[in-house]
């Protein structure tokens, strides 16, 4: 069973920031990565940004250099660092961790969301 918790969500006004934390936990042999992805009201969920084992970060455009990705020492913990928020930023976040097992598959494990909304 692996449990994965997302916190940090809530109202900011545009151009400010928010610090998002997701936290992994539970039966994990190996973190293979962790993400973040989005979803606004009507539209489809969307990937934000990730971090693969090896440190190396994926950033949606519409993000990049304006969002971070970073994890914790203990690497079942990762951040989301937003600055520069817009409304087109408003969107229920989600965390999604890839955990590898002892036998080399993936298993995907979503948290349950935390909401982010940006008012102009």
């Known amino acids: 069973q692996v449990q994965v918790v997302e916190s940090g969500g809530g109202l900011v006004q545009t151009g400010g920031s928010l610090r998002l934390s997701c936290a992994a936990s539970g039966s994990i042999f190996s973190i293979d990565a962790m993400g973040w992805y989005r979803q606004a009201p009507g539209k489809q969920r969307e990937l934000v940004a990730t971090l693969a084992s090896d440190g190396r970060a994926t950033y949606a455009g519409s993000v990049k250099g304006r969002f971070t990705i970073s994890r914790a020492n203990t690497k079942s913990t990762v951040y989301l660092q937003m600055d520069g928020l817009s409304p087109e930023d408003t969107a229920v976040y989600y965390c999604?961790?890839?955990?590898?097992?002892?036998?080399?598959?993936?298993?995907?494990?979503w948290g349950q969301g935390t909401q982010v909304t940006v008012s102009s």
């Open positions: 999604k961790t890839t955990i590898l097992d002892v036998l080399g598959y993936n298993h995907d494990y």
